[in-house]
């Protein structure tokens, strides 16, 4: 990303042209005008401000996924941006908040530890298409303590940011019904109730791309930037095991300890991070990472190409991190929230404990400092976003938490009929923020909660 001299950072929303199909132009909304959007590096303690100007024609509300951010620059979803010299009353079904034209300034104070966040567009209503066309980007967090750590880093750390998508005969994206006014009618969302789905998936922009490697360890954070799209993530050797992937860090940063893992499911919203060890093939293998949730277009993520032996320095310490242990205090709430398709006609569609978003209206005060439980129930696939501060799963269906659930998360999966308790503890900063599914389309529909942290 961009800084001047300042030191602010500047990114520019506008339409640009992208060629994502070979030969083909595809019409994206992109921060700075490219899909994925610039990535931000920051430093734990050194807050920075980013400055965003929307030219786009639409308005925009920008969140740092996994940002330890104050209420007024967290993108609450109702405080809008407006589009330059494009002040129309623009409507949402859930109310106004703040209103800035043209640009405006968000400011992180970055006190978290090293981690993968994103960024990405978070206007109520419109947040699915508006990032199916382009609204998304890294931004790594990094620390001493990590920094200290021998992992791979420069070229051989690669951000891969994992997205499926339709596209029409032209190449542009094809999401359903894209017109504004369409949208607020009842029933046109059925189209879409379970979530929009592509057929081909894309990693950072581009489609089945062919990364060459060394022979060497590669860390690989990844992040599903989905709609609605699960993956399970394997990397396949032809004639050969699989390749292990050591997980070291989760949405919220390093893990205590690394974990081995033969294959890894990823929500939408979810962030894994893992080391590869591309040494243990021959060079010139192609390890190709599959998808075997996927069929065709979407079985194939992408194929890495081991073209040389090099140097190694790098390793997985056997102690990464620490990580407190959240235990829920005595006395604090224990708060249950369902998650399930809402009445049959109501076009909002998704809804937390029978309700759809009421920004006014939280469904929890939450004590800063205090662990409380969560309990979270779902009807189908739910993955579960809370803003503010990671949390820790404590239980799926009574029994301990999976081998993926390990670490801070702040997105988790919710398997259908699946019970799974978090503990939560929100800190330093009072004010309105949300939890809802990362499902984006079941976000637009409403499935969402005003949580507030007093
Ligand atoms: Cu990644 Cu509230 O969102
Ligand atoms: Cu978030
Ligand atoms: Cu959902």
New binding site residues.
Partial sequence: ARQDSAGLYRVTQRVAQAEILPGLRTEILGYDGIFPGPTFETRRGRPVVVRHRNELPVPTVV?L?GGHTPHEHDGWPLDLVLPVGNTREWRTHHGTGTRTEGERDYRYPMAQRAATL?Y?D?RMDFTGPAVYRGLAGFHLVRDDEEDQLPLPRDDRELPLMICDRAFEEDGSFAYPALDEEMRSVPGVRNDWMEGVLGDVVLVNGAPWPVHEVDAARYRLRLLNASNARRYRLELSVPGGPNLPMTQIGSDGGLLAAPVTHQSIELAP?ERFDVVVDFSRVLVGTEVTMVNGLGSGGTANVLRFHVVRTARDDSRVPDRLSEIEPLTPNPGAPTRTFRFTRGPVGDHRGWTINGTSFAPGSSLADSKLGEVETWRLITDVHHPV?V?LDPFQVLRRDGRAPGKLDGGWKDTVDIRPAEVVDIAVRFTDYAGKF?M?C?NLEHEDMAMMATIRTV
């Fill in positions: 969140h996924h994103w990405h978070h919203g976003h803003h949300v809802h990362h």
